[in-house]
């Protein structure tokens, strides 16, 4: 069974095809990202209606060079899964309409897949985890801590009630002159900085439940810039950065925690500790997440980068997933920027669910 996977939600284009593997898992037959850094670089963060004007001019060639990587022809596909929210409605238009007119055209079952849905079941398509684990989804638009129960069973944990962590270093990146996606330049420099060198707030830490919230340490930060009174140096950029650092691997540490704790409480143990999302690149988090894992004697699982940031091969995967138990879509599902996993949870008013 193979399925042609296409995701537009954010600032990647990407299309992959995706086959199922006998005894469980994947095969990544193609995954062709196109992502759109240089587009959006000079205005420090994703413009929406450039992002949504590059995946229509990408989407066509990306989805041609997919099919031509698999070595798969259009008629040997089984289904087609797009990425239907939540994300930027322009780009998730673009995809999700292209998506439809393919299946169409072919005759072929069609998946809208919820993004969120398709980070959570990623470790299943490389390593074949079984239900149920807890994932720890950190990107730049993401901060969730949710168990996955299986294929549309999902309970949000915890949540972040403000910024996302990707969101946060790449605010403060933006406050210090770094480049954008800040992220990893935050990790660069905050290896060569001191982390005790200012005292930032570590929000959330040990409060009952397991939501997150970044936004008091990105303010702190701040803070701690215009009390310098005059443009950070180079060793107080390094400074700054691996305080900001060390102050996020706490909060994390101590969120993940309290969700495993919670998870057990409510769902008994969990097979494994999931992380998905750009954030889980920064290898000061994975220490720490390692260590949780020593600690707590629950598995923890990484997938690669390269899957565990925005691409189409989860979206493949989660189509996958669906059309084996048969929840397709029609062709009237309409593009939803908002789409949050567990419809139950209370709704959050900064539209990251
Ligand atoms: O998952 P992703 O590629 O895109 C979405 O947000 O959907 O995540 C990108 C985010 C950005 O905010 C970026 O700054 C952050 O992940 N990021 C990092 C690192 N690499 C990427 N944050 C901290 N440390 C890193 N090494
Ligand atoms: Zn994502």
Redo the contacts with the bound molecule.
């Keep these: 069974m193979r399925v042609l996977g296409i995701e537009t939600t954010?600032d990647?284009t990407a299309a992959s095809v995706v086959q199922l593997k006998a005894g469980g898992g994947g095969t990544i037959l193609s995954n062709v990202v196109h992502s759109q850094i240089a587009e959006h670089a000079a205005y420090g963060g994703v413009v929406p209606e450039i992002a949504a004007r590059a995946h229509v001019e990408l989407l066509d060639n990306l989805v041609r060079r997919a099919l031509e990587a698999a070595d798969v022809a259009f008629a040997e596909l089984d289904g087609i899964a797009a990425a239907a929210g939540p994300g930027l409605i322009g780009g998730v238009m673009v995809g999700l309409t292209t998506g439809k007119a393919l299946a169409l055209a072919g005759g072929k079952p069609f998946m809208a897949i919820n993004h969120l849905e398709a980070h959570a079941l990623t470790a299943r398509l490389t390593d074949g985890v079984e239900f149920p684990y807890l994932l720890l989804l950190v990107?730049?638009?993401?901060t969730q801590l949710i168990a996955v129960r299986g294929v549309g069973q999902y309970t949000r944990i915890g949540s972040t009630v403000d910024d996302a962590i990707?969101?946060a270093?790449?605010k403060v990146a933006k406050m210090l002159d770094l480049p954008y996606?800040?992220?990893?330049q935050?990790?660069k420099a905050a290896m060569e900085g001191d982390p005790a060198r200012f005292d930032l707030p570590r929000p959330m830490l040990r409060r009952p439940g397991a939501d997150f919230s970044l936004s008091g340490l990105k303010t702190a930060v701040r803070l701690e810039i215009e009390k310098l009174g005059h443009t950070p140096r180079p060793g107080e950029v390094a400074d700054l950065c691996a305080s900001f650092q060390a102050a996020v691997v706490d909060v994390i540490g101590d969120r993940t925690r309290a969700g495993l704790r919670l998870f057990r409480e409510q769902f008994g143990p969990p097979r494994a500790l999931v992380v998905a999302?750009?954030?889980a690149?920064?290898t000061a988090?994975r220490h720490a997440l390692t260590r949780l894992s020593t600690q707590t004697g629950v598995k923890l699982m990484v997938p690669p980068a390269q899957l565990?940031?925005?691409n189409g091969a989860m979206i493949a995967w989660a189509g996958l997933e669906r059309l084996q138990l048969g929840l397709t879509d029609g062709m009237d599902f309409a593009p939803r920027p908002r789409w949050p996993l567990d419809a139950s949870a209370t709704p959050l008013h900064n539209g990251k669910a």
């Design positions: 954010c990647e990107s730049g638009g993401h990707g969101e270093f790449d996606p800040g992220g990893p935050v990790e999302g750009g954030v690149a920064n988090i565990c940031t925005d």
